[in-house]
């Protein structure tokens, strides 16, 4: 396997310092990650089958949902909204959730409430809390919810339940189409981001809103390029 040359692990981490979509916190997380993929090193806190699954798999779906830590919901809202924001947002329609809705016919007085409560939002209504310790996030409606006890509603959302189940973002496109070295930096990254917030900021289209695409994009791209520097486009948003 091919590594990282040391001069590039520099330029990457002050690359990725300029990147104006992400946090301190993070950046210091992705420099930790670029020096260990640097050392050729294998993560070794994730699960053997899942590390060479996105070393060398070809259908990389299952990064929407890797583990119990590790969830996103990247394309069902905005993930430029700081965690708290979020955090109170999904208790509360977990909570809104559990307590209205017993059938399909309860989804539209759910939906009535979370509207009368965030206002401004025209997301979709449905992502939340799914686990009692807030660990992950995902679809309310999805069948494995076991509050829809194995039934889709997801047509019940604003995308409809074919285009939310069919649907795969273009971070995880570009991730299957990555050669190995980078698909090893992107898995030191995925380590590192062992909460729902983090984890779907890699992925969510919402992080560049310019550019659709995830902040896992944004680290292919320094990969791929020899001199490491800010797409051009990049200059014009922060
Ligand atoms: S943004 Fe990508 S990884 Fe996240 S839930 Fe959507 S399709 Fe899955
Ligand atoms: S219905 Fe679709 S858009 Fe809404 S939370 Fe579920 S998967 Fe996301």
Redesign the pocket.
Known sequence: MTSLKSGKVQSLVESVEKIPAISEGEIACYADSISRTASNLLPTSLDPATVSNVLFGNNLKFLCRMDSRRTC?G??DDFTQERDVLERKYRWRKKAYKEIVRDSSDLTLYKTQVRKKEVFSQK?P??AFLDERERSVG????PKNPANRGIDR?N????GSGL?SAYVCSAIKTLEKAKLSDRLLILHIIESSDNWYHYSRLFSPSVSHSYHRGLVEIYLHYCAQDNNSLPTTYNHHC
Do not use: E, F
Not at 139 to 142: E, F, K, S, V
């Open positions: 919901a394309c069902c979709c449905y992502v679809c309310l409606l999805h997801r019940y959302g604003i995308y939310c």
